[in-house]
Protein backbone atom coordinates (compact mmCIF):
# COMPACT_ATOMS: atom_id res chain seq x y z
CA UNK A 1 0.00 0.00 0.00
CA UNK A 2 1.09 3.75 -1.24
CA UNK A 3 -0.17 6.90 -0.07
CA UNK A 4 -0.92 9.28 -2.44
CA UNK A 5 1.38 11.78 -3.69
CA UNK A 6 1.53 15.11 -2.17
CA UNK A 7 3.39 18.49 -3.00
CA UNK A 8 7.13 19.51 -3.74
CA UNK A 9 8.91 20.83 -0.96
CA UNK A 10 11.69 23.34 -0.68
CA UNK A 11 14.02 21.78 1.82
CA UNK A 12 16.18 25.05 2.01
CA UNK A 13 14.76 28.57 2.72
CA UNK A 14 15.34 31.12 -0.02
CA UNK A 15 15.73 34.24 1.94
CA UNK A 16 18.56 32.36 3.74
CA UNK A 17 20.67 33.04 -0.04
CA UNK A 18 21.66 29.83 -0.41
CA UNK A 19 20.49 27.62 -3.48
CA UNK A 20 17.82 25.14 -1.98
CA UNK A 21 17.30 21.28 -2.59
CA UNK A 22 13.85 20.11 -3.58
CA UNK A 23 12.62 16.39 -2.56
CA UNK A 24 9.76 14.55 -3.01
CA UNK A 25 8.45 13.76 0.63
CA UNK A 26 5.48 13.21 0.24
CA UNK A 27 4.92 9.22 0.18
CA UNK A 28 6.01 6.90 3.13
CA UNK A 29 7.84 4.20 2.03
CA UNK A 30 6.18 0.59 2.22
CA UNK A 31 7.04 -1.95 4.85
CA UNK A 32 9.06 -4.18 3.63
CA UNK A 33 8.11 -7.97 1.76
CA UNK A 34 9.22 -11.15 0.92
CA UNK A 35 10.47 -9.22 -2.47
CA UNK A 36 13.14 -6.83 -0.34
CA UNK A 37 16.05 -7.95 -1.39
CA UNK A 38 15.50 -7.20 -5.30
CA UNK A 39 14.54 -3.60 -5.06
CA UNK A 40 15.69 -1.55 -7.37
CA UNK A 41 17.62 2.06 -6.85
CA UNK A 42 17.60 3.98 -10.20
CA UNK A 43 19.67 7.16 -10.18
CA UNK A 44 19.45 9.54 -12.88
CA UNK A 45 21.66 12.87 -12.76
CA UNK A 46 20.65 15.63 -15.16
CA UNK A 47 22.05 19.08 -16.02
CA UNK A 48 19.27 21.55 -16.69
CA UNK A 49 19.35 24.80 -19.00
CA UNK A 50 20.45 27.80 -17.90
CA UNK A 51 16.79 29.53 -17.32
CA UNK A 52 14.79 26.49 -17.54
CA UNK A 53 14.87 25.95 -13.75
CA UNK A 54 10.65 26.83 -13.51
CA UNK A 55 10.13 24.35 -16.38
CA UNK A 56 11.83 21.68 -15.37
CA UNK A 57 10.04 22.03 -12.09
CA UNK A 58 6.77 21.95 -13.71
CA UNK A 59 7.72 19.21 -16.18
CA UNK A 60 8.51 17.21 -13.16
CA UNK A 61 5.46 18.13 -11.22
CA UNK A 62 3.66 16.64 -14.04
CA UNK A 63 5.46 13.92 -14.29
CA UNK A 64 5.76 12.50 -10.66
CA UNK A 65 2.20 12.04 -10.19
CA UNK A 66 1.51 9.94 -13.31
CA UNK A 67 5.13 7.66 -12.25
CA UNK A 68 3.42 7.50 -8.77
CA UNK A 69 0.51 5.02 -10.27
CA UNK A 70 2.82 3.09 -11.90
CA UNK A 71 2.99 -0.70 -10.80
CA UNK A 72 6.01 -1.44 -9.17
CA UNK A 73 7.08 2.37 -8.40
CA UNK A 74 7.64 2.66 -4.52
CA UNK A 75 8.98 5.95 -4.12
CA UNK A 76 11.13 8.88 -5.47
CA UNK A 77 12.80 12.49 -5.18
CA UNK A 78 13.74 15.13 -6.93
CA UNK A 79 17.15 16.81 -5.31
CA UNK A 80 19.26 19.65 -6.60
CA UNK A 81 22.73 20.50 -6.16
CA UNK A 82 24.06 22.71 -3.17
CA UNK A 83 27.62 24.14 -5.47
CA UNK A 84 25.77 23.69 -8.82
CA UNK A 85 22.09 25.04 -9.15
CA UNK A 86 22.43 23.57 -12.64
CA UNK A 87 22.78 19.90 -11.35
CA UNK A 88 19.53 17.73 -10.51
CA UNK A 89 19.40 14.08 -9.13
CA UNK A 90 16.15 12.23 -9.32
CA UNK A 91 16.42 8.70 -7.34
CA UNK A 92 13.41 6.64 -7.88
CA UNK A 93 12.63 3.24 -5.75
CA UNK A 94 10.92 -0.20 -7.53
CA UNK A 95 9.64 -3.46 -5.83
CA UNK A 96 12.43 -5.24 -8.74
CA UNK A 97 13.61 -4.01 -11.61
CA UNK A 98 11.05 -5.91 -14.40
CA UNK A 99 8.35 -3.26 -13.32
CA UNK A 100 11.46 -0.54 -13.84
CA UNK A 101 12.29 -2.11 -17.06
CA UNK A 102 8.84 -2.40 -18.40
CA UNK A 103 8.23 1.42 -17.85
CA UNK A 104 11.14 2.42 -19.28
CA UNK A 105 10.43 1.10 -22.38
CA UNK A 106 6.89 2.14 -22.85
CA UNK A 107 5.43 4.19 -25.30
CA UNK A 108 3.80 5.63 -22.22
CA UNK A 109 7.02 6.95 -20.89
CA UNK A 110 8.05 8.21 -23.69
CA UNK A 111 5.15 10.49 -23.44
CA UNK A 112 5.49 11.36 -20.08
CA UNK A 113 8.69 12.44 -20.21
CA UNK A 114 9.40 14.50 -23.74
CA UNK A 115 8.26 17.77 -21.79
CA UNK A 116 11.99 17.73 -19.57
CA UNK A 117 13.68 17.00 -22.84
CA UNK A 118 14.39 20.59 -24.17
CA UNK A 119 15.16 21.77 -19.98
CA UNK A 120 18.16 19.07 -19.95
CA UNK A 121 21.36 18.96 -21.76
CA UNK A 122 22.99 16.12 -20.19
CA UNK A 123 22.13 12.96 -18.43
CA UNK A 124 23.67 9.75 -16.70
CA UNK A 125 21.54 7.17 -15.33
CA UNK A 126 22.45 4.19 -12.83
CA UNK A 127 20.60 1.48 -11.23
CA UNK A 128 21.79 -0.29 -8.03
CA UNK A 129 19.94 -3.75 -6.21
CA UNK A 130 19.43 -2.35 -2.63
CA UNK A 131 21.73 -4.90 -0.32
CA UNK A 132 21.65 -3.00 2.91
CA UNK A 133 19.04 -0.62 4.62
CA UNK A 134 19.19 1.06 7.98
CA UNK A 135 17.49 1.11 9.38
CA UNK A 136 16.84 -2.89 9.17
CA UNK A 137 13.92 -3.78 7.50
CA UNK A 138 12.01 -5.61 10.63
CA UNK A 139 10.04 -8.02 8.48
CA UNK A 140 12.72 -9.10 6.42
CA UNK A 141 16.97 -9.91 6.12
CA UNK A 142 18.71 -7.98 2.82
CA UNK A 143 21.44 -10.56 1.25
CA UNK A 144 24.83 -9.27 2.96
CA UNK A 145 27.04 -7.21 1.34
CA UNK A 146 29.98 -9.33 -0.34
CA UNK A 147 33.30 -8.48 -1.49
CA UNK A 148 32.98 -10.77 -3.92
CA UNK A 149 29.64 -12.18 -5.84
CA UNK A 150 30.05 -15.76 -6.86
CA UNK A 151 27.74 -17.84 -8.41
CA UNK A 152 26.23 -19.35 -4.97
CA UNK A 153 25.69 -15.78 -3.61
CA UNK A 154 23.42 -14.65 -6.40
CA UNK A 155 19.65 -14.48 -5.92
CA UNK A 156 17.77 -15.88 -8.62
CA UNK A 157 17.21 -13.88 -11.81
CA UNK A 158 14.54 -12.52 -12.82
CA UNK A 159 12.94 -13.89 -15.99
CA UNK A 160 13.12 -10.56 -17.84
CA UNK A 161 15.99 -8.60 -16.50
CA UNK A 162 19.53 -8.83 -17.83
CA UNK A 163 21.28 -7.85 -15.33
CA UNK A 164 19.42 -9.31 -11.90
CA UNK A 165 22.72 -8.38 -9.79
CA UNK A 166 25.89 -6.83 -9.86
CA UNK A 167 28.14 -7.76 -12.39
CA UNK A 168 31.77 -8.76 -11.62
CA UNK A 169 33.95 -5.59 -11.35
CA UNK A 170 37.72 -5.57 -11.11
CA UNK A 171 40.16 -2.82 -11.25
CA UNK A 172 37.54 -0.47 -12.50
CA UNK A 173 36.63 -3.01 -15.33
CA UNK A 174 33.26 -4.73 -15.05
CA UNK A 175 33.29 -7.99 -17.12
CA UNK A 176 30.21 -10.19 -18.83
CA UNK A 177 29.35 -12.32 -21.30
CA UNK A 178 26.10 -13.71 -23.10
CA UNK A 179 25.96 -17.02 -24.85
CA UNK A 180 23.26 -18.75 -27.10
CA UNK A 181 22.91 -21.32 -29.51
CA UNK A 182 22.24 -21.21 -33.07
CA UNK A 183 20.47 -24.12 -35.20
CA UNK A 184 23.14 -26.95 -36.30
CA UNK A 185 24.32 -26.68 -39.54
CA UNK A 186 23.93 -22.51 -39.13
CA UNK A 187 27.36 -22.27 -37.65
CA UNK A 188 29.33 -20.99 -40.72
CA UNK A 189 26.33 -18.34 -41.36
CA UNK A 190 26.54 -17.34 -38.26
CA UNK A 191 30.38 -16.71 -37.62
CA UNK A 192 30.52 -14.64 -41.28
CA UNK A 193 27.53 -12.40 -39.64
CA UNK A 194 29.04 -11.67 -35.93
CA UNK A 195 33.04 -11.16 -37.85
CA UNK A 196 31.87 -8.56 -40.16
CA UNK A 197 30.15 -6.03 -39.01
CA UNK A 198 31.15 -2.44 -38.15
CA UNK A 199 31.81 -1.85 -34.30
CA UNK A 200 29.56 0.30 -32.50
CA UNK A 201 30.70 4.19 -30.97
CA UNK A 202 33.00 2.83 -27.73
CA UNK A 203 32.22 6.18 -25.56
CA UNK A 204 28.93 5.43 -24.20
CA UNK A 205 28.27 8.62 -21.56
CA UNK A 206 30.87 10.54 -19.68
CA UNK A 207 32.18 8.13 -17.46
CA UNK A 208 31.36 4.87 -19.45
CA UNK A 209 33.18 2.98 -21.95
CA UNK A 210 33.10 0.22 -24.41
CA UNK A 211 36.53 -1.58 -23.85
CA UNK A 212 36.33 -4.79 -25.57
CA UNK A 213 34.38 -7.94 -27.00
CA UNK A 214 35.49 -11.08 -27.83
CA UNK A 215 33.39 -13.69 -29.50
CA UNK A 216 33.99 -16.97 -29.80
CA UNK A 217 32.20 -20.41 -31.05
CA UNK A 218 32.43 -24.24 -30.26
CA UNK A 219 29.44 -26.25 -32.07
CA UNK A 220 26.92 -24.32 -31.82
CA UNK A 221 26.98 -22.53 -29.24
CA UNK A 222 28.31 -18.69 -29.21
CA UNK A 223 29.77 -16.63 -26.54
CA UNK A 224 30.08 -13.27 -26.22
CA UNK A 225 32.43 -11.84 -23.92
CA UNK A 226 32.68 -7.82 -23.18
CA UNK A 227 34.98 -5.08 -21.18
CA UNK A 228 32.93 -2.07 -19.75
CA UNK A 229 34.59 0.95 -18.25
CA UNK A 230 31.93 2.41 -16.22
CA UNK A 231 27.99 1.24 -15.73
CA UNK A 232 27.31 -2.26 -17.80
CA UNK A 233 23.82 -1.39 -18.12
CA UNK A 234 24.04 1.57 -19.97
CA UNK A 235 26.77 0.14 -22.50
CA UNK A 236 24.28 -2.31 -23.15
CA UNK A 237 21.74 -0.07 -23.95
CA UNK A 238 23.64 2.01 -25.87
CA UNK A 239 25.23 -0.64 -27.75
CA UNK A 240 21.53 -2.62 -28.54
CA UNK A 241 20.58 1.22 -30.24
CA UNK A 242 23.73 1.15 -32.34
CA UNK A 243 22.13 0.48 -36.19
CA UNK A 244 25.08 -1.72 -36.78
CA UNK A 245 24.52 -3.82 -34.05
CA UNK A 246 20.70 -3.83 -34.43
CA UNK A 247 21.50 -4.90 -38.28
CA UNK A 248 23.67 -7.84 -36.96
CA UNK A 249 21.02 -8.98 -34.19
CA UNK A 250 18.49 -9.42 -36.89
CA UNK A 251 20.54 -11.64 -39.77
CA UNK A 252 21.05 -13.92 -37.00
CA UNK A 253 17.75 -14.34 -35.77
CA UNK A 254 16.33 -17.29 -38.21
CA UNK A 255 19.28 -18.76 -36.93
CA UNK A 256 18.89 -19.37 -33.38
CA UNK A 257 17.58 -22.33 -30.92
CA UNK A 258 15.75 -19.99 -29.07
CA UNK A 259 13.44 -17.09 -31.05
CA UNK A 260 13.18 -13.35 -29.89
CA UNK A 261 11.20 -10.56 -31.04
CA UNK A 262 13.18 -7.31 -31.22
CA UNK A 263 9.58 -5.72 -31.76
CA UNK A 264 8.73 -6.72 -27.96
CA UNK A 265 11.03 -5.34 -25.62
CA UNK A 266 9.90 -7.68 -22.97
CA UNK A 267 10.73 -10.53 -25.50
CA UNK A 268 14.32 -9.11 -26.23
CA UNK A 269 15.15 -8.34 -22.21
CA UNK A 270 13.83 -12.03 -21.55
CA UNK A 271 16.72 -13.76 -24.23
CA UNK A 272 19.63 -11.45 -22.80
CA UNK A 273 18.51 -12.80 -19.66
CA UNK A 274 18.80 -16.19 -20.47
CA UNK A 275 22.09 -15.45 -22.11
CA UNK A 276 23.77 -13.78 -19.41
CA UNK A 277 26.41 -15.47 -18.82
CA UNK A 278 28.21 -13.57 -15.73
CA UNK A 279 31.95 -13.36 -14.82
CA UNK A 280 32.11 -15.66 -11.21
CA UNK A 281 36.18 -15.08 -10.79
CA UNK A 282 38.23 -12.70 -12.55
CA UNK A 283 42.90 -13.19 -12.08
CA UNK A 284 45.45 -11.05 -13.29
CA UNK A 285 45.45 -8.53 -16.03
CA UNK A 286 45.13 -5.39 -14.19
CA UNK A 287 48.18 -3.66 -15.41
CA UNK A 288 49.60 -4.26 -19.25
CA UNK A 289 50.03 -7.48 -19.88
CA UNK A 290 52.23 -7.19 -22.98
CA UNK A 291 52.43 -9.31 -26.16
CA UNK A 292 49.08 -12.03 -25.34
CA UNK A 293 46.85 -13.88 -27.03
CA UNK A 294 43.24 -14.29 -26.02
CA UNK A 295 41.52 -17.46 -26.04
CA UNK A 296 38.36 -19.61 -24.24
CA UNK A 297 37.66 -22.84 -23.35
CA UNK A 298 34.15 -24.21 -22.91
CA UNK A 299 34.45 -27.34 -19.94
CA UNK A 300 32.20 -29.75 -19.73
CA UNK A 301 30.92 -29.32 -16.24
CA UNK A 302 28.63 -31.85 -14.61
CA UNK A 303 25.57 -30.56 -13.87
CA UNK A 304 25.08 -28.92 -10.38
CA UNK A 305 29.17 -29.09 -10.19
CA UNK A 306 30.05 -26.11 -12.29
CA UNK A 307 30.19 -23.30 -9.40
CA UNK A 308 32.84 -26.00 -7.73
CA UNK A 309 35.16 -26.11 -10.87
CA UNK A 310 35.04 -22.89 -11.72
CA UNK A 311 36.71 -22.27 -7.93
CA UNK A 312 38.97 -24.70 -8.64
CA UNK A 313 40.54 -23.23 -11.94
CA UNK A 314 40.54 -19.83 -10.18
CA UNK A 315 42.68 -20.92 -7.48
CA UNK A 316 44.80 -22.66 -9.74
CA UNK A 317 44.89 -19.05 -11.95
CA UNK A 318 45.35 -17.26 -9.29
CA UNK A 319 48.89 -18.97 -8.13
CA UNK A 320 49.80 -18.55 -12.34
CA UNK A 321 48.81 -15.39 -12.54
CA UNK A 322 51.51 -14.11 -9.72
CA UNK A 323 54.59 -15.15 -11.16
CA UNK A 324 55.59 -13.49 -14.14
CA UNK A 325 57.14 -16.25 -16.00
CA UNK A 326 54.41 -18.00 -16.38
CA UNK A 327 52.53 -17.85 -19.70
CA UNK A 328 48.85 -16.83 -18.21
CA UNK A 329 48.80 -13.23 -17.44
CA UNK A 330 45.18 -13.26 -16.73
CA UNK A 331 41.90 -15.18 -16.93
CA UNK A 332 37.99 -14.76 -16.68
CA UNK A 333 35.10 -17.45 -15.37
CA UNK A 334 31.97 -17.33 -17.00
CA UNK A 335 29.37 -19.49 -15.14
CA UNK A 336 25.34 -19.93 -15.62
CA UNK A 337 23.21 -23.26 -15.47
CA UNK A 338 25.79 -25.39 -16.30
CA UNK A 339 27.93 -23.79 -18.92
CA UNK A 340 31.50 -22.81 -17.71
CA UNK A 341 33.71 -20.88 -20.01
CA UNK A 342 37.18 -20.00 -19.17
CA UNK A 343 38.53 -16.95 -20.98
CA UNK A 344 42.50 -16.83 -21.20
CA UNK A 345 44.81 -13.85 -21.88
CA UNK A 346 48.63 -16.13 -22.46
CA UNK A 347 52.02 -14.61 -23.30
CA UNK A 348 52.07 -17.83 -25.89
CA UNK A 349 50.15 -19.59 -28.15
CA UNK A 350 47.97 -22.01 -25.91
CA UNK A 351 48.62 -25.06 -27.74
CA UNK A 352 52.66 -24.27 -26.72
CA UNK A 353 51.51 -24.34 -22.89
CA UNK A 354 48.20 -26.91 -23.08
CA UNK A 355 48.63 -27.41 -19.14
CA UNK A 356 48.43 -23.80 -18.33
CA UNK A 357 45.97 -23.23 -20.62
CA UNK A 358 44.16 -25.91 -19.55
CA UNK A 359 44.01 -24.54 -16.00
CA UNK A 360 45.72 -28.00 -14.86
CA UNK A 361 48.60 -27.82 -12.36
CA UNK A 362 51.44 -29.06 -13.98
CA UNK A 363 52.54 -32.42 -12.61
CA UNK A 364 49.27 -33.02 -11.07
CA UNK A 365 46.16 -35.25 -12.47
CA UNK A 366 43.60 -33.38 -10.66
CA UNK A 367 41.59 -35.79 -9.71
CA UNK A 368 39.42 -32.93 -8.18
CA UNK A 369 38.53 -31.53 -11.17
CA UNK A 370 37.47 -34.73 -13.01
CA UNK A 371 34.83 -35.48 -10.39
CA UNK A 372 33.28 -31.87 -11.65
CA UNK A 373 33.64 -32.78 -14.77
CA UNK A 374 31.52 -34.91 -17.58
CA UNK A 375 34.71 -37.05 -19.37
CA UNK A 376 34.92 -39.32 -21.43
CA UNK A 377 35.64 -42.62 -20.06
CA UNK A 378 39.24 -43.06 -21.64
CA UNK A 379 40.00 -39.33 -20.66
CA UNK A 380 43.58 -38.83 -19.33
CA UNK A 381 44.90 -35.79 -17.56
CA UNK A 382 48.08 -37.20 -16.41
CA UNK A 383 49.94 -37.42 -19.47
CA UNK A 384 51.16 -34.54 -21.90
CA UNK A 385 49.03 -35.99 -24.79
CA UNK A 386 46.12 -36.07 -22.37
CA UNK A 387 46.06 -33.15 -21.59
CA UNK A 388 46.73 -31.54 -25.22
CA UNK A 389 43.82 -33.32 -26.00
CA UNK A 390 41.26 -32.43 -23.71
CA UNK A 391 41.92 -28.43 -24.08
CA UNK A 392 41.25 -29.35 -28.10
CA UNK A 393 38.16 -30.87 -27.02
CA UNK A 394 37.11 -27.21 -24.61
CA UNK A 395 38.67 -24.81 -27.18
CA UNK A 396 36.17 -22.21 -28.62
CA UNK A 397 36.97 -20.80 -32.00
CA UNK A 398 38.21 -16.86 -32.00
CA UNK A 399 35.09 -14.92 -34.30
CA UNK A 400 36.63 -11.33 -33.68
CA UNK A 401 38.12 -9.57 -30.90
CA UNK A 402 38.07 -6.08 -30.34
CA UNK A 403 39.24 -3.31 -29.01
CA UNK A 404 38.67 0.26 -28.26
CA UNK A 405 40.92 2.48 -29.24
CA UNK A 406 43.00 4.67 -26.05
CA UNK A 407 41.38 7.84 -25.65
CA UNK A 408 44.09 10.77 -26.28
CA UNK A 409 43.40 13.20 -23.48
CA UNK A 410 45.35 16.05 -24.67
CA UNK A 411 43.38 15.85 -27.92
CA UNK A 412 40.35 18.23 -27.91
CA UNK A 413 38.38 15.55 -30.46
CA UNK A 414 38.63 12.99 -28.33
CA UNK A 415 36.93 15.06 -25.13
CA UNK A 416 34.03 12.46 -23.78
CA UNK A 417 31.57 15.21 -23.64
CA UNK A 418 31.96 15.57 -27.68
CA UNK A 419 31.42 11.43 -28.50
CA UNK A 420 28.56 11.36 -26.49
CA UNK A 421 24.82 11.35 -28.30
CA UNK A 422 21.78 13.38 -27.51
CA UNK A 423 20.40 12.49 -23.64
CA UNK A 424 17.49 10.45 -24.51
CA UNK A 425 15.73 9.32 -21.64
CA UNK A 426 13.90 6.70 -22.86
CA UNK A 427 18.09 5.38 -23.78
CA UNK A 428 19.00 6.61 -20.31
CA UNK A 429 16.35 4.40 -18.10
CA UNK A 430 14.78 7.31 -16.34
Not at 70 to 91: E, K, M
Request: glycine share 6%.
Amino acid sequence: MRSGPGTLRRCLDRARGTRTVTTLTDRQTPPPTAGTESRLRVVLLLDVHDGQEQRFLAAYEQIRHQVANVPGHISDQLCQSLGNASQWLITSEWEAAEPFLSWVESAAHRTVVEPLHQCVSDTRSLRFVIARETPEPAANHLVPLKVKVTATDRPRAAATDPLPTPPLSSGGVVRHALTFTVKPGSERAVADILAGYRSPQAQVDHTTRLLRTSLFMRGNRVVRAVEVQGDLGNALRHVAMQPEVRAVEEAVNPHLEEARDFADPTSTRAFFARAALPAVHHLGGEGALGEVTRSAFLYPVRPGHGAAAAQLLAEHDKTAVGDAEHPLAASTMFLSEGVLVRLVDLRVPYRQAPAQAAGLLPGSPLTALSRYLDLPADADLESAAGITRFLTDCAMDLITDRKSPAIDRTSPSADPHALGAAPSFAATGE
